[in-house]
């Protein structure tokens, strides 16, 4: 196939995703029925579940998921390594630790700053991960995996703290965060993502073929002219926003940007700067398809999303990590 | 034309200084080898000269003008550094990791042009590399993988490039081949700076030879004032024997531990 042919079906892809999830979003209305909804005829009832219940959870797992697939493709560039993920890495548990903990003290008046909490906590995670894992020849496999295993161990031990000691009316809320979630899916929760993607798209798309550059080293890319003490402030904080907006308003979702960067790899080779487009639209796609599995795989009951991503990413890790040098 | 020139150039690592008071200076055309033992400093002195590590102390200038009042891609464009070595942890082929080496005239936004594409084939075609184009640099020997980043140095089309081992882990057929290369960029006014464990390499190929010895220069001259026993047995600690090459070219002979 050529590239525009598989262009062509990665946007197929993320089409059919999205109207899936509108068309076959739960059991409240029979697929005919949404769909003719969404060609204008439909009841006042069916229009409401359409477009005021699934239309904002499926743009809000479309812009999670492009968000975490992001992340995870600029932090396998700037360390150089195709392990990384902001959820192995201990960043969106960074994030989840900080946002659960705001999420059970603060007032209501102040829940707004939980996704400011969740950012903060994401880059202290990003810094420490980082911080851990740099040797004197750079960031190894070993030493970045367990710096994510360090990591993850502390988060989830004060998210377990905080868990324990929450007050009861806000423990289900917490709890959704540790879990990774889009039934709390709202517009104003869309509108308040966006510009959590925005800024840190801008940023990678201007640093892209920087990261192309990192993804053989540092030395390798100072020598063509990168500056990479400003790219990787830079980009930390990029896939930091990225990772820290989907956990304050999805929860730890994982291996989404684990796999996404690594299938579009495989289909449109190691260009960062025709890469990037790609993996937000196809994290995208699988997110919104991920969450429609876990609305109706044992429907009525809802599975947590982030459960349906590990149980299909943990063999894509386990298949990287045996074909990794 | 003085492309490059260092006076007093300190450097190191994290408080240690490696190099110690290197004067150099680099004309246009020139091929000035960098020779010494294992922890010399030779490659801390290429980076230093490449202006991927900022020396200590001391003055470096590219063209006249301090390194630290150029760009980091402004260097990049005029300099092309060969690293010893590349960790390749992403499957990135061949013609992906050569044109990584029109990256500096790029810069973030402006996509390749047909003349980058046209400076990535004649690198490629020069070290023979077309054959190879599509497969992934992983899959290829140590031998292979240094003439897919030389090649990706000759992409640039750089003033002056910096190789640091280039011919290390070729094989002799690729040796005498990576030679023509050396030959052909001088011969076009590219300046080239070595550093090479191969003595005979370093004298049929450089103008300027340059010894260190634990970070300091102790010698420096043309093949004929390089090509000295004596500086071989306090250098190295070995005896050697210098022997008449091919043309007025020294050759030397190691014979056994002194």
Known sequence: MSTQGRDLALAGFVAAALLSGLVAGGPALAPAEAMATLLGGGTPEAATIVFSLRLPRVLLAAGV???????????????????????????????????????????????????????????????????????????????????????????SAMILAILATAPSPRLPGALAITMGSFAGASSSAVAWLAPYLAVPMAVLAYHARDLGLLALGEESAAALGVEPAAVRRRVFLAAAALSGGAVAFAGVIGFVGLATPHLCRLLWGNDVRRLLPRVALAGAGLTVLGDLVARRLLSPVELPVGVVTALLGVPFFVALLRRAP | MTLLRAAALCGGYGGSTVVHDVDLEVEAGTCTAILGPNGAGKSTLLRLLAGILPPTSGAIELLGRPFNRWRRREIAKRLGYLPQWVDFSFPLSVAEVVEQGRAPHLGPWRPPSPADRAAVRRAMDRLGLAPFARRPVRSLSGGERQRVLLARVLATEPLAVLLDEPSAALDVRHQLEFGEVVRDLLRQGTSVVLVVHDWNLGLRLADQLLLLKEGRVVARGGPDALADAALFRSVFGVTVRVVAGDGAVPHIVPVGLS
């Open chain 1, 65 to 155: 998921g492009a968000a975490l697939a992001l992340a995870g493709a600029a932090l396998q560039s700037l360390l150089a390594n195709p392990l990384a993920d902001p959820f192995l890495l201990g960043v969106s548990g960074g994030g989840a630790a900080a946002a659960t903990a705001a999420y059970a003290v603060l007032p209501a008046s102040l829940l707004g700053v939980v996704p400011a909490a969740a950012m903060a906590g994401a880059a202290g995670a990003t810094a420490a991960v980082w911080w851990m894992a740099r040797g004197p020849f750079g960031t190894s496999s070993t030493r970045l995996i367990l710096a994510g295993v360090a990591a993850n161990a502390f988060t």
